[in-house]
């Protein structure tokens, strides 16, 4: 092996965490000081991310190879959609529903359910958008792991990281995802007051939420007064808020 | 077969097991995303393609290791998210073409960056391919690739893979 396929294989093994604490802290140091070392860490992500990405492709290939070789698909049977659902037992349920109708509808339209429905149709978790963060983040910072279950949804692992990170870095960003978090596990109170503290970049995104949030906690008048401040601006919100707000009324 | 022996077909890269779950859930999977969430037939094949990339991305990097429930309740779990996913990314660029957002930089930019290593990845070939494929891929230990691309011992194909590596390396950066 030559000097670069070794460093190629000392990266590989620091990505991986496969190195011992020792080898860790040499390659830190030597990362810290070599910037050609940085820029080789650097190909060498991207080119795991590509390895990655093209055996994906692969296997969705194959699959496509599998549907066209091996196993007829539905379509190629002869059999339109339409008709391998039993349309028949659904008169049945149809009659059911007629029936059902009128205390569906009144049940339907309680507070309760609306804030469910309203909450249930606008709520989506924010993207990140801030911190990028790839498969293995075993090796990573706090904020990196965070918002590697961020990403996967893992709220329950994500809520103590951003506590943790929190009292680091107080940053705008930071409480507004951790505001997220704390939505997506429900914890409606605390989401609020946390979100209520976002300031500068994240102030309508954070205004969004906390109206979704209000919702959600059938306090419809709080949740007006935010959806108003939002249709009034030119966000990409501004619809949204206009439409759930002719819902409320 | 049982749960246990299926993951672990799997996880030893047997294209035969994946091809024959691919085969019986397939079109039960198409007809239930129609049924429960309007899918159309081309968008149901899509998401279970994805489902089934899911189930062996999750077996080669063990985050499933057990099957507590059937694979067909797994499968269509995966799937039931999946579709979730997929009409939030629809509402998401409507709302973009309302708001007259474009996509970011970023997710461009690491569009460009996966482009650009499939091209190097082309312009590699096999064996390389094969091998780095099997490695950061498919999760194989450098025991299972020896076995399946019949090198002498570990050591080759280790000291191989560094070769292929740094091969990719240049070919995709342009540099020595």
């Given amino acids: ?249 | 077969m049982d749960n246990t022996r299926l993951i672990a077909l799997i996880k030893e890269g047997n294209d035969d097991v994946i091809q024959n779950i691919y085969a019986d859930y397939r079109d039960e999977f198409i007809i239930w995303a129609n049924k429960h969430h309007q899918c159309e037939y081309e968008e149901g094949r899509e998401v279970f393609q994805q489902c089934m990339v899911q189930l062996y991305e999750n077996v080669v990097s063990e985050k499933l290791t057990v099957l507590s429930s059937g694979l067909k309740t797994y499968l269509f779990g995966i799937g039931k998210n999946k579709i979730r996913e997929v009409r939030e990314v629809e509402r998401k660029k409507r709302i973009e073409v309302k708001g007259g957002e474009v996509t970011t930089e970023e997710k461009l930019l690491h569009e460009s960056i996966l482009d650009k290593v499939e091209v190097a990845l082309s312009q590699l070939g096999d064996p390389c391919k094969k091998l780095l494929e099997l490695f950061y891929y498919r999760k194989m230990s450098l025991v299972q690739i020896t076995d399946r691309l019949d090198y002498k011992n570990t050591d080759t194909t280790k000291n191989l893979k560094y070769k292929c590596l740094g091969r990719l390396r240049k070919i995709y950066t342009g540099r020595n």
Wanted: hydrophobic share 40%; no cysteine; aromatic share 12%.
């Fill in chain 1, 1 to 249: 092996m030559n000097d670069q396929e070794r460093d190629l294989e000392l990266l590989d093994g620091f990505l991986s965490d496969l190195l011992s604490d020792a080898e860790m802290d040499k390659v830190r140091t030597r990362l810290e000081v070599e910037p050609a070392l940085r820029v080789i860490k650097d190909e060498l992500l991207q080119l795991k991310s590509g390895i990655e990405a093209a055996g994906k492709k692969n296997l969705m290939e194959k699959m496509n190879r599998w549907d066209s070789n091996v196993n007829p698909l539905i379509s190629e049977k002869g059999t339109e959609l339409g008709n391998v659902i039993p349309w028949r037992a659904y008169i049945g349920w149809a009659a059911l529903l007629v029936v059902g109708f009128f205390s569906i509808f009144s049940w339907y339209t309680s507070d309760g359910q609306k804030a469910k429905r309203l909450y249930g149709s606008y709520f989506k978790v924010y993207d990140n958008i801030m911190v990028p963060t790839q498969r293995d983040m075993s090796d990573e910072g706090l904020k990196q792991r965070a918002f590697y279950h961020y990403d996967l949804r893992e709220y329950q692992e994500a809520r103590p990281l951003f506590e943790q990170l929190l009292t680091v870095d107080n940053g705008e960003y930071i409480r507004f995802y951790y505001g997220i978090v704390l939505m997506a596990l429900e914890d409606r109170e605390k989401a609020e007051s946390v979100l209520s503290s976002v300031d500068s970049d994240f102030t309508l995104q954070a205004n969004w939420y906390r109206a979704l949030n209000a919702i959600r906690q059938k306090d419809f008048l709080k949740a007006k007064e935010l959806l108003r401040k939002l249709e009034e601006g030119e966000s990409s919100y501004s619809n949204n808020a206009k439409e759930i707000l002719k819902k409320l009324d």
